[in-house]
């Protein structure tokens, strides 16, 4: 069982800027991509960023030029920079861990974070 776990989000600013950390407790052989999710009520949970071990990315269009994703393998840890963000970026952020982009979906899902909130209000 590998455990993940969230941290950075919080209030601010249009326009303004936030930075993500997912944290995995450990390393595991299984685990070759993570992804940052986002999850307003009512509403389904979408793919953000991606981002294998080996440096490929894939971002939603709707972030491109402004979220870029990064990671520290020696860390287990992987970061989501959130830069111009728009009131439309609110949410409950998680990330959660893949088997690599060899997969349907990057095998995405393996195991989740506990989400981290982001609010873009003035």
């Known amino acids: 069982q590998v455990q993940l776990v969230e941290s950075g989000g919080g209030l601010v600013q249009p326009g303004g800027s936030l930075g993500l950390s997912c944290t995995a407790s450990r390393s595991s052989f299984s685990i070759r991509a993570i992804g940052w999710y986002r999850q307003v009520p009512g509403e389904e949970r979408e793919l953000v960023a991606r981002i294998t071990y080996g440096g490929l990315t894939d971002y939603r269009k709707s972030v491109l030029g402004r979220f870029t994703i990064s990671g520290d393998n020696a860390k287990n840890t992987v970061y989501l920079q959130m830069n111009n963000l728009k009131p439309e970026d609110t949410a409950v952020y998680y990330c959660?861990?893949?088997?690599?982009?060899?997969?349907?979906?990057w095998g995405l899902g393996i195991y989740w974070g506990q989400g981290t909130q982001v609010t873009v209000s003035s």
């Open positions: 959660s861990a893949g088997r690599g982009s060899a997969y349907v979906n």
